[in-house]
């Protein structure tokens, strides 16, 4: 069946555990998000272009950086400098939900033949080429903060 809508409940929950356990950085600026009312959860890839709520698309971020972002790719560049940032949330939800944070990133993003010990950098590699092919081939515009 094809998404037909935005589905964040889930990702909303373990980010909002972890706001409340200590903190939680916004994936995008770094900044602290201070409060459950200032997060937004985003879909790296928008959903109005990439129709996909699979954990590893859904980050926590400030909401005036999600505004900001709104429906643009983040450039390949910039994508590979917030690795870091990413790689925690995706470690946070594969914490949480091992099963399904598996499931649905070797289905959509790594391949469901790849290494489970190289996953996080094989899917750095593969979420710049989506991007990449977005932007320069699809002709969505670039985001970077």
């Not at 290494?115 to 932007?135: F, R, V």
């Amino acid at each position: 069946m094809p998404t037909t809508e935005r589905a964040i409940a889930d990702a909303r929950g373990i980010y909002r555990s972890a706001l409340e356990g200590g903190g939680l950085r916004c994936v995008w600026s770094g900044r602290t998000i201070p409060s459950a009312s200032e997060m937004h959860i985003d879909h790296l890839l928008p959903f109005s272009i990439w129709r996909n709520n699979d954990l590893w698309n859904l980050l926590p971020t400030l909401g005036s950086v999600n505004t900001k972002k709104s429906d643009r790719i983040p450039d390949p560049h910039f994508l590979k400098r917030r690795k870091e940032e990413i790689v925690g949330c995706w470690d946070l939800l594969h914490d949480r939900l091992p099963g399904r944070f598996e499931e649905e990133i070797r289905i959509s993003l790594i391949g469901p033949r790849a290494p489970w010990s190289d996953w996080q950098d094989l899917a750095i590699e593969h979420l710049a080429d989506k991007c990449t092919y977005l932007i320069e081939i699809r002709g969505y515009e670039a985001w970077a903060l």
